[in-house]
């Protein structure tokens, strides 16, 4: 009912900074959390940054200060802005919302493929 798809990711040097964005589509009664996950090698998939439709945000302690995120509920999209990247931030990243397709419908969560992103020099 819902799709993310995510662009963005890619290679950078420690230091760099890259933007992430996901863009929702299909039938969308409300979608009040979007966010992003990330899940290195050999690791489970962890929060990195969440927003709500009030525009109320909450960060990993490992991103706070270097990344940003926004929404635009207009146009139903997320991004995720990474600044002074880290070797540690290496994974792939994925598009996470939480939303009803229909008002029938109960709330569910949804997810991106996922989109790597590695930190590199």
């Known amino acids: 009912q819902v799709q993310l798809v995510e662009s963005g990711g890619g290679e950078v040097q420690p230091g760099g900074s890259l933007r992430l964005s996901c863009a929702a589509s299909?039938?969308?009664?409300?979608?009040?959390?979007m966010g992003w996950y990330r899940q290195a090698p050999g690791k489970q998939r962890e929060s990195v940054a969440v927003i709500t439709s009030a525009i109320s945000t909450n960060y990993a302690d490992s991103v706070k200060g270097r990344f940003t995120v926004s929404r635009d509920n207009a146009k139903n999209t997320v991004s995720l802005q990474m600044n002074s990247l880290k070797p540690e931030d290496t994974a792939v990243y994925y598009c996470?919302?939480?939303?009803?397709?229909?008002?029938?419908?109960?709330?569910?969560?949804?997810w991106g493929q996922g989109t790597p992103v590695t930190v590199s020099s």
């Open positions: 996470y919302a939480r939303a009803r397709g229909t008002i029938l419908d109960r709330p569910r969560d949804y």
């Open positions: 299909g039938s969308i009664f409300t979608m009040p959390t």
